[in-house]
C-alpha cells in the first residue's frame, strides 16, 4: 500500500565544487540579453562607467571586450534565464571547483584564465581524471 509518496525527481552532481577551500558567496545581478547561463558559468562584472549596466555581470569573454567584463571575476551558482531581463542570483567568489565544470566565454582557455582567478581565491582543480 502506498503511503502517499511519489518520486518528484532525481539528484545528479554536477561537480562543481571540487575542494574544501572557503566558499563565499554574494548577490549578484547577471545582465539580460544573454540568454541562459548555467550553474558554473566565469562570469566578469561591467566595470565601465560608460556602460549602462556598470556593475552587472555577464558571461565573461576574451574577444573584443574593454568594458572590464573580459576579467573573470566570478563563478554562476546557479543556472538563469537572463534572455529578456536581468536576473538577481548567486555568485561565488571565492571556493575550489572543477575545471570541467566551467562555462568559459569566447577566447577564454582555462590556462588563460587560472592565475587571475587564483588572485580572487578561486582555485580551479581537476577532479577524477577529468
Known sequence: MSQGYQTAGAFVPDNLIAGDAKIVTQGITVASGQGV??????LGRITDAEDEDV???VLSGATSVTDG????DCILAEAVD??????LTVGYL??????AALTLGN???????RDGLRD??????TVGGA
Not at 107 to 112: E, M, R
Open 37 to 42: 547561463l548555467p550553474r558554473g558559468a566565469v
Open 55 to 57: 556593475g552587472k555581470y
Open 69 to 72: 567584463s573580459q576579467t573573470p
Open 82 to 87: 537572463a534572455t529578456s531581463a536581468d536576473v
Open 94 to 99: 571565492s571556493g575550489q571547483f572543477n575545471q
Open 107 to 113: 577566447g577564454h582557455t582555462l590556462a588563460a584564465i
Open 120 to 125: 580572487k581565491n578561486i582555485y580551479l582543480t
